[in-house]
């Protein structure tokens, strides 16, 4: 096993696959710290690299095309600080970390593990529900609708028909990306039938990006939905909603491990709440929709 420790987050590695948890430093960004911990196969690995400065370094994974939803929703367009794949290494832990490298880069070559894309998603995508605030306003995801609710600075033309409600399966793709410059960024939702060339600010399927400290977020709202529609790289591909009844079974998880996954949630938006990351507003419409899957 190879473990790393620093002050941005702690890395382990049992050969199998890498845990990845994120520091509890004031520097760590609000999207790390809102994502938790995540647990990367393997097989979800293009490879591993140490960027080594004057002063301090940095451990970079590499990931196969197609295999994370959060990097396929954002298509690359993630800042530095938001990037979860990523670990600042102090001076003193450099020969930890190179260690680290080389037990990775040992297991891919032992497992043989192709660096080419995949067809289908080898992480789960951030846990539901999920409710972010920024821009001109509000998107929440259940796992089976995505709602948007708008606020004071939306456009009237976007705004008077009220709130929205997506189905999934009217969903037919998803795409988060950051303002930069003088261009606001958005997240936008592609649905059938209802396909629309308007800017994010008039557009009633998008939420516009400001370049504010909690637009990120709106990228976990992405990447949830987008690892629920069928993979890009699956010609064909079916929801598990449209598999016959005994197919849908065996792939949705068991109710055991769906319960477990959702207290895990609870304690997680508990954590984020003491510390401030959620409002009073966000922290309750989570945990309402929390206890509503339970």
């Known amino acids: 096993m190879a473990e790393i420790i620093q002050r941005d987050g702690t890395w382990i590695f049992d050969g199998d696959t890498l845990r990845l948890t994120p520091g509890r430093d004031k520097n760590v960004s609000l999207l790390r710290r809102t994502l938790g911990e995540l647990t990367v196969p393997l097989g979800a690995l293009a490879g591993v690299s140490l960027e080594q400065g004057r002063k301090a370094g940095r451990l970079r994974l590499r990931l196969r095309d197609g295999a994370d939803p959060l ?11 938001n990037d979860p794949y990523q670990l600042a290494v102090e001076a003193d832990r450099l020969g930890v970390a190179e260690y680290f490298v080389d037990e990775v880069r040992g297991a891919l070559l032992l497992d ?6 995949v067809d289908g998603y080898l992480l789960p995508g951030p846990a539901v529900p999920l409710s972010a605030s920024a821009g001109d306003g509000t998107a929440s995801f259940d796992g089976d609708r995505v709602r948007l609710e708008w606020n004071w600075k939306t456009e009237d033309a976007k705004s008077a028909s009220g709130a929205r409600t997506l189905a999934l399966g009217d969903i037919t793709g998803v795409e988060w990306r950051p303002a930069a410059g003088l261009e606001n960024g958005c997240l936008r939702f592609t649905v059938r039938g209802g396909d629309t060339k308007a800017p994010p600010k008039y557009d009633p399927n998008s939420v516009e ?10 990228a976990l709202v992405a990447a949830a939905v987008q ?4 993979h890009p790289a699956a010609p064909g591909g079916t929801r598990p909603d449209e598999l016959p009844a005994g197919e849908a079974a065996a792939a949705a998880p068991g109710p055991e491990a769906d319960h477990d996954a959702l207290l895990r949630r609870l304690r997680e938006l508990g954590e984020l709440h003491k510390e401030g990351v959620l409002t009073d507003e966000e922290f309750a419409l989570a945990k309402q929709a929390v206890l509503k899957r339970l």
């Open 209 to 218: 990006l400001w370049g504010f400290k909690r637009d990120p977020l709106m």
């Open 71 to 81: 990097l396929q929703a954002t298509g690359g367009k993630l800042a530095e600080p």
């Open 227 to 230: 690892a629920r529609l069928p």
């Open 112 to 117: 043989e593990v192709s660096s080419g894309p």
